[in-house]
């Protein structure tokens, strides 16, 4: 993480010429107004005391002083020329030009700030911008008087032709969708991830991205035409800053649900946090009281103004706090980690913008919001992969979780599976070695009573019917006790009991051809051997009761160490996923025995008639 952090760093202040204001291509003077009373008729007299405008020593608002700037342009062409002068900011409070010709004052501006409407400007443009014509062989003085309020800003003085005017706005236009588009892009990363997961981490994440967008593209001055003083009940100048404020806030409660996943702060820590949820909306309230006051005349002290900043700031060092508390508390470091670089750039424009604003270091480093506009990008494509990787490790450790919860059901069914054999055996060795003698006893008996009547000279006809009887009901017990467990499994292998099964099969169902083929030559382990017959049995029965078909197949065939089991029939089929949901044919226990095998099940439909299923096992219980 160092060495990543230093290579951040290094680039951010490697990259200072992107960030960097323009160069002027005329000469600009400035003069500050300490006693805010210097009017256009006294400039004249004061012209030496304008100084040479220099980039690293001029920032408007830092002392609510109006600054005046004086601008020569000249036409040395032989016809006039159209000329745009813009202030590049949207939000300043006084912007007013003053054109002076021979020393003469031939045009006045209205006082353009963000209070002034849009529809009411001469040139429609978020920016104060204003048209200057210029004779030919000839130059105009222009004076703009600037005033900006409390937040120290130099917003660049340009000068164009028109023609270079629109083609900027079109370039400034495609950066920012750029920028806007990618930022949207996470967003709805974040909402669909939300919408799909249902975790409220996500909507956070997206709820974040969306207020630094909207922020990023009102500072710029974007949309500056819809909204109006006044809108919501904020001044328009602060319908900005409620956005900022809303990011703060959602960043606060995304922090939380980040770095501190399943995890219970202290008491102090969650007081704390309730704090600054609360000094967020604090914030918002006070933007809105900035307006009310004003319209009721109500006088803010520079003491009560300092609660803002201080509402707004706490909850922003609060979130950093919770980070690096998570990261050396070993709460969550994977995730501290990603958001500690991602917000990297967006702190260092943040310290360093407020260095600028008390001429600490030169006034031109990250002088345009471009350069906030690369730190959020940086900050939600960290973000987002850091979304990405908690993704990742919920799925896996909800997979785990999954495998562990099904090799629990899997052994609790091996367990159960065992002591049904074991009952199995049990009752299949009573019914044979029990009930099946006394069955052989009674008869032995009834025959030796009827010899002794024959003997004597008595025929009674009910012997002989209750000793075919007899017969029938020993019959049948032993086949039911094999069913119930082959007692032949063990000793004969399982490809002998399949074929005695499809024997028996085969004589009760005349009318159905009942094949079998193996190649299994050698005993199989025991419990795979019994699981291959009950699930064989299965499928044979559920074919010669809801097929109707004539002909069933039944392969068991070994290759390597794979072997196969497949039972097939030329019948009408059926709808596997329905069947299984019902739980019909018996296939929830076929599944249980497939997956306590370890093995696979294959099921096809046959191109004409028929389905097929295929039970494969790669050797490994």
Excluded at 305 to 311: G, I, K
Excluded at 600 to 611: A, D, F, R, V, Y
Aim: proline share 3%; charged share 20%.
């Amino acid at each position: 993480m160092k060495s990543f952090t230093s290579i951040v760093v290094l680039l951010f202040f490697a990259l200072q010429p992107l960030f960097a204001q323009k160069s002027q291509n005329i000469p600009v003077f400035y003069l500050k107004d300490s006693n805010s009373n210097f009017n256009i008729d006294s400039l004249e007299s004061k012209s030496k005391e304008f100084l040479v405008f220099e980039n690293k020593r001029l920032s408007y608002g830092h002392e609510n002083k109006p600054h005046w700037l004086k601008i020569s342009i000249s036409n040395n062409d032989t016809i006039s020329q159209k000329k745009l002068l813009e202030v590049d900011y949207a939000f300043l409070e006084e912007v007013n030009l003053f054109i002076i010709q021979n020393g003469k004052l031939i045009f006045k501006s209205d006082t353009i700030g963000w209070k002034y409407p849009y529809e009411n400007r001469v040139f429609k443009h978020y920016n104060p911008v204003f048209p200057i014509t210029i004779d030919a062989k000839s130059s105009q003085t222009v004076y703009l008087r600037i005033f900006r309020r409390y937040i120290s800003l130099l917003p660049p003085i340009k000068v164009w032709d028109e023609g270079d005017f629109y083609q900027n706005e079109i370039n400034r236009k495609f950066i920012w969708g750029g920028f806007g588009g990618i930022l949207l892009l996470a967003s709805s990363f974040g909402m669909i991830l939300f919408l799909s997961l249902g975790k409220r981490l996500y909507l956070l994440y997206a709820l974040y991205v969306t207020m630094a967008l909207l922020y990023s593209l009102i500072d710029r001055g974007f949309f500056f035409e819809y909204y109006n003083d006044g809108f919501l009940g904020f001044y328009k100048k602060n319908f900005r800053q409620l956005l900022m404020n809303l990011n703060i806030l959602f960043t606060l409660l995304y922090v939380r649900a980040y770095v501190f996943p399943n995890y219970k702060l202290t008491f102090w820590l969650l007081q704390i946090y309730r704090f600054c949820i609360l000094l967020c909306f604090l914030a918002i309230s006070l933007l809105w009281f900035e307006k009310y006051s004003s319209e009721h005349h109500i006088i803010i002290s520079d003491k009560a103004a300092l609660l803002y900043p201080f509402a707004f700031i706490t909850p922003a060092l609060f979130s950093f706090y919770l980070v690096f508390y998570s990261y050396f508390k070993k709460i969550d470091v994977v995730a501290s980690k990603f958001y500690m670089i991602g917000a990297l750039p967006l702190v260092l424009f943040t310290v360093l913008t407020n260095l600028r604003h008390y001429n600490l270091i030169p006034n031109y480093w990250f002088l345009e919001i471009e350069g906030a506009m690369l730190a959020y990008i940086f900050d939600v494509l960290i973000l987002a992969l850091g979304l990405g990787y908690r993704y990742k490790m919920l799925r896996v450790e909800k997979e785990k979780l999954v495998e562990e919860k099904k090799q629990n059901q899997l052994l609790v069914y091996e367990k159960g599976l065992e002591l049904q054999n074991q009952e199995r055996s049990r009752l299949a060795k009573e019914l044979h070695d029990g009930l099946g003698i006394d069955i052989s006893i009674i008869k032995m008996k009834l025959e030796a009573l009827n010899m002794d009547f024959e003997k004597k000279g008595i025929k009674v006809k009910e012997f002989y019917e209750t000793i075919a009887n007899l017969d029938n009901v020993a019959s049948n017990v032993r086949s039911f006790s094999h069913n119930i467990m082959p007692p032949d499994l063990k000793k004969n292998g399982i490809a002998i009991v399949l074929e005695n099964l499809v024997y028996s099969l085969q004589k009760l169902n005349a009318n159905i051809e009942i094949n079998f083929t193996t190649n299994v030559t050698d005993k199989l382990d025991d419990k795979l051997s019994q699981n291959f017959y009950f699930i064989a049995k299965e499928l044979i029965n559920n074919a010669l009761r809801h097929s109707n078909a004539s002909i069933i197949d039944v392969e068991l065939m070994k290759e390597n160490n794979q072997t196969e089991l497949k039972v097939s029939d030329n019948g009408i089929g059926y709808d596997f996923e329905k069947a299984k949901k019902k739980d019909g044919l018996g296939l929830e226990s076929i599944n249980s025995r497939v997956a306590l095998m370890n093995a696979q099940i294959e099921i096809t439909k046959k191109p004409l008639n028929g389905i097929s299923h295929k039970i494969i096992h790669l050797g490994k219980l």
